[in-house]
């Protein structure tokens, strides 16, 4: 009989043994954690917006002809007064050559009317030559003078439009792609042969809510120029802007107010059309609360973090966020400086239970 129930019992001994076997197998998260800083941060509004050519212009003819050369590389940098385009030159250098041609025939009579004037002059005195032919003689001089200065101005004429067979880049900037090809019949209809962008400084466009408008004036009158920092989604670094222009107008379409910043952009960092972040900057805040972004976790009951004490028991913190700084977040917690947040393995994570540190991220 107990030889039986010993055979019953042992299958419940083997599973009961296997279990705390199991148990004692089961193994700690492995988690990243990163450190709880306090420092000076700037406050601002956050927005997105885009880059926007200092300059920018669409290169259009002024005359017509033949397109003989394209002197530029597509996408390359162009210097100011560099040449772009030759458009056939030799119909305009001979209408010049004919104009310069007309205005010496012209000139020539003006001499011989200026000496008959001259010549008859004396004798007007003298009574050999009438008034009435005196005066024709002064008549002839006077249009052929208008002549002239009418010559003049088609030479001019003549020299501008030979001047346009040469196209140059206005200012120094980046040239777009070739919009006409060589052998093209250019015709002065206002298309255009190429876009020239200046890059460098470069303009940030972007917009705040209505709400926002009297903070920014607030915080603009009176003092220094406001400072914008500029990030590309994506990218660590940050860069300082320039706040120009708060829009004369809010847009009543959509109840944002129109910003402009601009940035030196001496490495190309900047592109026009390219979309960034940007964090207008009113204030400096001290003693400012700052985690790793990627520490932060959401759940039913909000955004919380982490926290792994000195026994490396996880602790549950709600948090409250404010605005981003690089790869760090602003935010109100009961945590304090130095403690160390889960960044890795979070999912892991369970309350009051222990983990297994990997590494420390160390500040920056």
Known sequence: ?????????LPFFFFVS????EQK????????VGLVEKKTIPIGLNAVGHCTAYNSAEIKAQVEGVLQTIHYTEGGQVNKGDLLFTIDPRPYQATLDK??????????????????VSRYESLLKEDYVSALEFDGFLRDLAEYEGTIAANDADIRLAQIDLEYCYIRAPFSGVAGKKLIDIGNLISNDGSTMVVI????????DFSLPEKDFRTIMKYRKGHA??????????EKKLRKATLLLVDNSIDP?????????QIQNKDSFFWPGQYVEANLILKEEKDALLIPSKAIGTGQKGRFVFVIDED???????????????????IKADIKPGDRVVTRGIINVKPHKKCTIITTEKKK
């Open 225 to 234: 120029p406001l400072t914008v920092d500029i990030q590309i989604p994506g």
């Open 25 to 32: 197998k089961e193994p700690l998260p492995r988690v990243e």
């Open 312 to 330: 490396n028991t996880a602790l549950y913190k709600k948090i409250e966020t404010f605005n981003t700084y690089g790869e760090h977040t602003h």
């Open 1 to 9: 009989m107990k030889n039986n129930l010993l055979l019953l019992l």
């Open 99 to 116: 104009m310069i041609a007309v205005r010496a025939e012209n000139l020539a009579k003006l001499k011989y009317s200026t000496e008959i």
């Open 197 to 204: 962008n200046q890059i460098d400084p470069i303009f940030i």
């Open 253 to 261: 379409n959509t109840g944002m107010v129109p910003l402009r910043a």
């Open 18 to 21: 296997c279990k705390k076997a």
